[in-house]
Every structure is written in structure tokens, then in C-alpha cells.
Nanobody, 127 residues
Framework: EVQLVESGGGLVQPGGTLRLSCATSGFAFRDYAIAWFRQASGKEREGVSWILNTDGTTFYSDTVKGRFTISSDNAKNTVYLQMNSLRPEDTAVYYC????????????????????WGQGTQVTVSS
């Protein structure tokens, strides 16, 4: 059974940091792309970042580039999202999602391209 479990969310002040984790199981981790999406209240879900585990290629949306860093630990089958310089507009539920490299479409980050999703973790940036 494919599972993705996010953790690490919480309440942080503007300018603060958080590290999200996406622990995975049930699939060949190294053959997959793992992405982070987020959905703020009343808004559509948007792609944030992805990492292609086959070669380590990464991508960031313009809204988080330079502040967020995605990384992958193949030994733990876990992907991390280090979030620095957090802003109130980063407040959202953050989801990780997975897709096999053969189905991977790269920077487009469409929801439909990802087959498996976690339950989400809430990130709130507020003073």
C-alpha cells in the first residue's frame, strides 16, 4: 500500500523557519518524483517544489525560490522541505505527492499528474 505521511507543520512567526517531512512507503522511492503542493483557505492548490529521485533534479515555484529547499533521503524514503524566511502568505495546508518518473511531467506541477497524496500538514505564519 502506497503511503505518504507529512509532518512538521505548525505555527511560526514571519521570518521564521520550518522543516516539513514526507515519509513514504509502498513504492520504489528512487523511481519517483516527489512534490510539495499547498492550498491556502479559499484558494486553489498550487505547486511549490519537486524533486526527481532518479537524478536529484529539483524545481521551485517563483513564490518560494530562494527561501525553500527540497531534499531527499533515499535511505529513509523521506523527502524534506526546508522553509526559511516564512511569510504570512505561505500559510496553507502543505501536501506531498508522488508520481513515477515515467508519468512525470516536470515543472507543470498539475494535480492530475500525481497519483498518490498525503493527508497534509498545516503551516501557519503569523505574529
Amino acid at each position: 500500500e502506497v503511503q505518504l505521511v507529512e509532518s512538521g507543520g505548525g505555527l511560526v512567526q514571519p521570518g521564521g523557519t520550518l522543516r516539513l517531512s514526507c515519509a513514504t512507503s509502498g513504492f520504489a522511492f528512487r523511481d519517483y518524483a516527489i512534490a510539495w503542493f499547498r492550498q491556502a483557505s479559499g484558494k486553489e492548490r498550487e505547486g511549490v517544489s519537486w524533486i526527481l529521485n532518479t537524478d536529484g533534479t529539483t524545481f521551485y515555484s517563483d513564490t518560494v525560490k530562494g527561501r525553500f529547499t527540497i531534499s531527499s533521503d533515499n535511505a529513509k524514503n523521506t523527502v524534506y522541505l526546508q522553509m526559511n524566511s516564512l511569510r504570512p502568505e505561505d500559510t496553507a495546508v502543505y501536501y506531498c505527492a508522488a508520481t513515477h518518473w515515467k508519468l512525470f511531467t516536470g515543472p507543470t506541477m498539475r494535480d492530475d499528474d500525481y497519483n498518490d497524496w498525503g493527508q497534509g500538514t498545516q503551516v501557519t505564519v503569523s505574529s
